[in-house]
């Protein structure tokens, strides 16, 4: 069975561009996470979906959107990219939407902004 | 505001030796907690989960929970230099949706 896929793997972009990022969840999970990962640091909520809803979001800024459509596959848009989004960009999913269930992860989306 | 708290590291282990991994958290609402391995520049993995106060042993692996004391562990036997990693707790957010998570400690299995 298929893991959590997240496409692109790497991200180059310049300030002020904006990035949409894409998630597709393990055959059956309904819930997509996004996090935010900088060196040293462990995940940083952004945004939880489940059923379409928004669940959960993080202290991150309103340049930070997402949305999961029906077949539970998800996208994070990120726009006005400033330095300080450069991150690793993590996706997780489970089975539904409460915080009792195991996320599994992507390998993530490296960005870099120039 | 919730909090997890893993000490940093690294912490060095000699390869054959017991790691053994801490974290404290201060939601005592917290029902679930998840113990996961990170290779750098990779994902986190689950490599545990417990949900009740006690020992759960996986092969090398043996978390443990003492919610009175709000304090979760992993113990990894017979160390592996493939268990150099930074492990990352992470513990249910009780009345809401989210994962709070720890900084991670980074380990290190020396041959």
């Known amino acids: 069975d298929a893991g959590v896929t997240q496409s692109p793997t790497h991200l180059i972009k310049t300030r002020g561009q904006h990035v949409t990022l894409r998630c597709s969840p393990i055959s059956g999970h309904k819930s997509v996470s996004w996090y935010q990962q900088v060196l040293g640091q462990g995940p940083q909520f952004i945004f939880q979906?489940?059923?379409?809803?928004?669940?959960g979001r993080g202290n991150f800024p309103d340049r930070f959107s997402a949305r999961q459509f029906p077949n539970y596959s998800s996208e994070l848009n990120v726009n006005a990219l400033l330095l300080g989004d450069s991150a690793l960009y993590l996706c997780?999913?489970?089975?539904?939407?409460?915080?009792?269930?195991?996320?599994?992860f992507g390998d993530g989306t490296r960005l870099s902004i120039l | 505001q919730k909090e997890v708290e893993q000490n940093s590291g690294p912490l060095s282990v000699p390869e054959g030796a017991i790691a053994s991994l801490n974290c404290t958290y201060s939601d005592r609402g917290s029902q679930s907690f998840f113990w996961y391995r990170q290779y750098s520049g990779k994902s986190p993995e689950l490599i545990m989960s417990?949900?009740s106060n006690g020992d759960k042993e996986d092969g090398r692996f043996t978390a443990q929970l003492n919610k009175a004391s709000q304090y979760v562990s992993l113990l990894i036997r017979d160390s592996q230099p493939s268990d150099s990693a930074t492990y990352l707790c992470a513990v249910s957010g009780g009345s809401n949706y989210q994962l709070i998570w720890g900084a991670g400690t980074k380990l290190i299995i020396k041959p």
């Open positions: 997780a999913s489970s089975l539904q939407g409460d915080s009792n269930q195991p996320q599994h």
């Open positions: 417990i949900y």
């Open positions: 979906y489940y059923e379409k809803e928004e669940r």
